[in-house]
């Protein structure tokens, strides 16, 4: 026999437990005890995790590892813990309340099929808050929030958590004397293993509902939940299964790393800060990469930071653009030296900023959004002098930047030219789009 042989998993000094008299989170507590006794466990490889409710007052009774949490996210807690360390027992004891909560957390759990083990105190209520009703308050049930009988159909815990993939499924009550070698067996388990345990609260449900031990057994016939151990199946466990593949992909990039390799010089000798403005699905965000794209191969520094609704079609998109020929330590821009603004929605986004532009900076805007309040340069952009490839609002940012680069010579067009290209099936439009776009300012 092991010389290391637990007798109890419970500190002792802290008992009786602090619940109500007759409440059943004690004698789960017990049979937990039991089982864990049972099964020689480790308690340093073992965590119980807990979340807000009467039954997260269970784990510091407890002498393994323990990890308490917000109300209902227990089970992704649990779900981290056990990736980190597959070979931990991770144990979550939970109240309906918090299944209720986290029932989306319930649901991935068990559809993963991630090795941990959710034990539910299951008394129909909010017992710590004053017995507000749960998402298992049986149809009619009497509670603080549903004086006149509970209208909604009832969680079946079990249910949720066997058609999601829940490799181990079990129902007790709290009466049951074999609980602990159910709960052994679900710990045991190697996948998500679920136990939905039904108890009275004595402090409100159970005298509100005038409800004992055999009026409970009674409710699970009448609905026809059977207990016991309802379903077993053998699945992949997510933590193994999840470490395997991670394994096996060592030392292989996650994706092919394209360096940009600068073949053209630029006589940039400082920061320039740009922002370009327009209309979402306007390309601004694309042009403006393309910029960056074209400073790199240029030998330059560049970092691009997009602003746009969540809307994403609609409305305005901007772009903060920084070329330079140092490292960019800070992407913010306090004060651009240079806008550009195609479009209404742009305009508007940004007016404070073009109002407290400088006379040494540059504003190139489309004519039809003058007159604007500035002290800076205003350069005119007619889109409609290049005929009908003016016409195409798409490539206005396009043409726009390469009439920035042509008149400031930040760096070359053909630098520009080739970064445009990466995209073979917009490279001769956009190409297109620079050599109209290089006569906007002349």
């Keep these: ?69 917000l109300h209902g996210r227990s089970i992704t807690y649990a779900t981290g813990l ?19 909560i986290g029932g989306h957390h319930l649901i991935n759990a068990a559809r993963r099929n991630i090795g941990v083990t959710v034990i539910v105190f299951n008394n129909f209520n909010y017992g710590m808050t004053g017995g507000e009703h749960s998402v298992t308050t049986p ?14 159909q009832p969680m079946d815990i079990c249910q949720t958590a066997l058609v999601n993939g829940a490799t181990f499924v079990a129902r ?16 045991q388990h190697d996948g998500f293993a679920l136990v939905d345990i039904w108890e ?14 055999r009026q409970l057994e009674d409710i699970l016939s009448q609905l026809k939940m059977p207990t016991g151990l309802l379903h077993l199946a053998e699945r992949p466990e997510y933590s ?18 394209h360096g940009i390799v600068p073949k053209y010089t630029s006589s940039l000798d400082s920061r320039l800060e740009l922002v370009i403005a327009g209309a979402a699905g306007k390309k601004i ?36 653009v920084i070329l330079s020929p140092d490292e960019i330590g800070y992407t913010g821009i306090t004060r651009p030296q240079m806008m550009i603004v195609l479009f209404r929605e742009g305009l508007l986004r940004l007016q404070a900023q073009i109002s407290a532009l400088l006379p040494s900076d540059i504003l190139m805007i489309h004519q039809d959004l003058l007159p604007v309040q500035t002290k800076a340069r205003i350069l005119p952009l007619d889109f409609r002098q290049l005929g009908s490839q003016g016409n195409r609002q798409e490539s206005w940012a396009v043409m726009a930047l390469a009439a920035a680069l042509a008149r400031f010579e930040i760096y070359p067009l053909e ?23 290089m006569g906007l300012l002349t």
């Design 285 to 320: 965000n694309s042009a403006a990469a393309l910029l960056c794209r074209g400073a790199v191969l240029s030998g330059l520094y560049a970092t691009q930071r997009n602003d746009y609704p969540v809307t994403v079609k609609s409305g305005h998109s901007i772009s903060e």
């Design 172 to 187: 007790t009550t709290m009466f049951e004397k074999t609980m602990p070698l159910l709960l052994a067996d679900a710990i």
């Design 1 to 69: 026999m092991d010389e290391h042989i637990y007798k109890t998993y419970i500190d002792e000094t802290l008992l009786p437990y602090f619940f109500c008299p007759g409440c059943g989170h004690g004698v789960i507590s017990d049979h937990l005890k039991k089982a864990l006794v049972k099964l020689q466990l480790d308690p340093h490889k073992v965590v119980i995790v807990t979340d807000i409710g009467c039954s997260g007052l269970t784990d510091k009774y407890f002498t393994t590892n323990s990890f308490h949490g």
């Design 415 to 437: 630098a520009f030219k080739d970064a445009v290209s990466v995209r073979s099936e917009f490279a001769q439009e956009n190409i297109a789009a620079i050599e109209a776009g």
């Design 139 to 152: 149809l009619g049930g009497i509670t603080s929030s549903t004086p006149l009988g509970s209208l909604e």
């Design 240 to 257: 193994r299964a999840y470490r395997a593949s991670v394994a096996s992909l060592a030392g292989q990039p996650a994706m092919p790393a």
């Design 82 to 100: 056990k990736l980190a360390n597959p070979e931990v027992k991770v144990i979550v004891l939970m109240g309906d309340g918090g299944c209720g």
């Design 200 to 213: 009275l609260c004595s402090a409100y449900y159970a005298p509100n509902n005038r409800i004992n031990k």
